[in-house]
């Protein structure tokens, strides 16, 4: 059964700061991974997808990264801003590629002015 | 493009009463999607349509919750009788297909039962 962990579970940086966050899967058979961007009361944003043939995606200052071997992925924000703050959420797509995602518990950042 | 659309946003219940959502996919998204999301924890699959179809209710408590897809568009979820446990946010998502790799969600109902 594919487990998707989160660390860490909350985050506060001052702005400015350059920041990683994790992701760990237990299931290194994925079709693709995602993060999602959740702001409080509202849906989810897709942010970036990277599918299980590729290495990374970029957007902006957003890099995610996917290390299938070792079932993990990063998700690196440069120079935050206190409009990054928000719940961040991982998501792994099964084999099967169903559509079904799997989600962490995400970590909640909070960039201070 | 108009995005996924959800009805209403909050709802207040007393336990044992019944409440339903509602869903509106993007047009022409075949995929549906009802996920559950619990304070503090990551959304679970609840219930997954292609067209009007059930591809996976595994993780649906089908002693108390319900959802169908009307003509393959919009869809209804259902929690009869509710328990204290089912306050969460109700996410329905949508894509193209199936195979489709990027799924776009609404806004999410907000649920509390008391």
């Known amino acids: 059964k594919q487990e998707v962990t989160q660390i860490p579970a909350a985050l506060s940086v001052p702005e400015g700061e350059n920041l990683v966050l994790n992701c760990s899967f237990t299931?290194?058979?994925?079709?693709?991974l995602q993060w999602f961007r959740q702001d409080p009361g509202k849906g989810l944003t897709s942010l970036l997808l990277?599918?299980?043939?590729?290495r990374e995606q970029t957007s902006g200052r957003l890099n995610a990264s996917l290390d299938k071997s070792s079932g993990r992925s990063t998700l690196y924000i440069a120079a935050s801003q206190p409009g990054d703050s928000a719940t961040y959420l991982c998501?792994?797509?099964?084999?099967?590629?169903?559509?079904?995602?799997?989600f962490g518990q995400g970590t909640t950042l909070q960039v201070k002015p | 493009e108009a995005g996924v659309a959800q009805s209403p946003r909050y709802k207040i219940i007393e336990k044992r009463q019944s409440v339903a959502f509602w869903c509106n996919p993007i047009?022409?998204?075949?995929?549906l999607y009802w996920y559950q999301q619990i304070l503090g924890q990551g959304p679970k699959l609840l219930i997954q349509?292609?067209?009007?179809?059930?591809?996976?209710d595994s993780q649906l408590p089908k002693d108390r919750f319900s959802a169908e897809r009307l003509k393959g568009v919009d869809s209804t979820l259902k929690i009869q009788p509710a328990k204290l446990e089912d306050s969460a946010v109700y996410l329905c998502?949508?894509?193209?297909?199936?195979?489709?790799?990027?799924?776009?969600f609404g806004q999410g109902t907000r649920l509390t039962v008391v």
């Open positions: 047009s022409g998204h075949a995929t």
């Open positions: 998502a949508s894509s193209p297909d199936r195979g489709y790799t990027e799924a776009f």
């Open positions: 299931d290194s058979a994925i079709y693709n």
């Open positions: 349509f292609q067209n009007n179809g059930v591809v996976d």
């Open positions: 990277i599918q299980s043939s590729q």
């Open positions: 998501a792994v797509g099964g084999s099967g590629n169903t559509g079904k995602l799997i």
